[in-house]
């Protein structure tokens, strides 16, 4: 079955221009703040021109220039505080210019965010465009998933809406080799390197969004019935005519009218009836995404390893991006393979194991000096260490890390998504912030520091435990189900584990006709153009 890209028989038209186009906008996740940017800080705090040059004065337990752990949060966290506010503001754009032209202004938010962070000399500058590069990153992060859910074929949304995290892990390996091979040089190219680059990744996606198509769901949202039909018909390469373009119209359509006779959508709408339950499983399945660990490694991975006694750390960090990397591939297989729900267990099952044994392994094998530096008792322990860092990346790499960005995808109806979406993404981006800003005060020795040193990695484990059981009451299984079959799973399956096998058994447009026939709704957009356009492919076959 090669990686799920086989289109299964029976279902027309060509599928590759859809798949080709989520793939391509996936390339957003390199510039993702969780990606190239993550990867980038964590070693520039670790150079010791950076340091030299940012330092107000302070030094640290090495006797070098270097910043605060006060300075370091501030740093670290202001990008999660704009892509926080980013990802709450996606939504106002995204519905009101489209997700396409949404998509290109971010870019340039964030490109005035990297001019400031490449020109700075001193921290002020330099947090100040970490904040605009963080806005821009939070309205990519949202607006992304949203345009490959409304435009990829339901048989490989899962892996095209993964193939986001894919980016987002190839981001982090780039910024580990670029890093690795910046970090000796004594002069400010040693962090403006990592940082200017990132202006490659954003142009390849602001020219890209230039020629590719708006998505159909939201053209239908704004009424601009033919432009969704030209739209659809280019995405899946059939005809405008054809039955099967015909059909997905009108399950579209008939999908947003129902809606709309409910009501024109509000941000309250997203906290009502079985809308509300999507959005506190969206919310929580972000949070507890941040919430496994998987960010303190990768913003302070290399500063860890290289205080934890472990020589090359800036090696290490490239040997854990490319596991990252590496792993997300399975998992993208998988997605629309095995489904949501399994991946999501298991996945907490083996990261819950892997950040167990790390903090056991990391709290045993560990000591500590007077002044506050570490040394490792135990070489083999510390390498095992490594190991099961390895590991837990596999397993989030390969679950978590792309079926997060899956599910809250395609859980909410287009009345409500661009603003649910906005939220889930936001609650990501504020935990993020919150691990961020929190993480130098846990670990570090110091006046004020809790010095948890590797026993924050018992943390991890707390918090991976409570995946388990989060998964098995709150994911719902939407394998192999249009955007509009999701909608109807919520309405008539109360509970999560008996959505596994759940098939529809009716449609939007069955409810738009059962309702026209009693006055209700019309039966098309109002002048019976799907109705006719149907009749007549019908009357030629």
Known sequence: ?????????????????????????????????????????????????????????????????????????????????????????????????????????????????????????????????????????????????????????????GLIVGSYQLAITIGLLLAAVVNNATHDRQDTGSYRIPIAVQFAWSLVLIIGMLVLPETPRYLIKRGKVDSALRSLAKLRRLAEDHPSIVQEMEEIQANHEYELSLGKATYLDCFRGNIGKRQLTGCLLQALQQLTGINFIFYYGTQYFKNSGIKNAFVISMITSAVNTGSTLPGLWAIDKWGRRPLLFWGAVGMATSQFLVAVLGTTTTGQNPDGSTFAKNIAA??????????YIFFFASTWGPIAWVVTGEIFPLKVRAKALSMTTATNWLLNWAIAYSTPYLVNYGPGNANLQSKIFFIWFGCCFLCIAFVYFMIYETKGLTLEQVDELYSEVSVARKSVGWKPTTTFRDIRASVAQQGGLKGSDGDGQYAEKNAEVEHSN
């Not at 892509?83 to 964030?110: E, H, K, N, P, Q």
């Not at 005035?112 to 947090?127: D, S």
């Not at 510390?382 to 590991?391: D, E, L, N, P, R």
């Open 382 to 391: 510390q390498k095992a260490s490594i190991a099961f860092v390895c590991i």
């Open 1 to 157: 079955m090669g990686l799920a890209l086989k289109k299964p028989e029976g279902v027309p038209g060509k599928s590759w221009p859809a798949i080709a186009i989520g793939m391509f906008v996936a390339f957003g996740g390199v510039l993702f703040g969780d990606s190239y940017d993550t990867g980038t800080i964590s070693g520039i705090l670790a150079m010791e021109h950076w340091q030299n040059l940012f330092s107000t004065g302070y030094r640290n337990d090495k006797g070098h220039l270097d910043i605060t752990a006060s300075q370091q949060s501030q740093i670290v966290s202001i990008l999660s505080a704009g892509t926080f506010f980013g990802a709450l503001a996606a939504a106002i754009i995204a519905d009101r210019i489209g997700r396409r032209w949404s998509l290109i202004v971010s870019c340039w938010v964030f490109n005035v965010g990297v001019i400031m962070q490449t020109a700075a000399t001193a921290i002020p500058l330099f947090t100040a465009g970490r904040f605009f590069a963080g806005f821009g990153v939070g309205l990519v992060s949202a607006l992304i998933p949203l345009y490959q859910s409304e435009t990829a074929p339901k048989w490989i949304r």
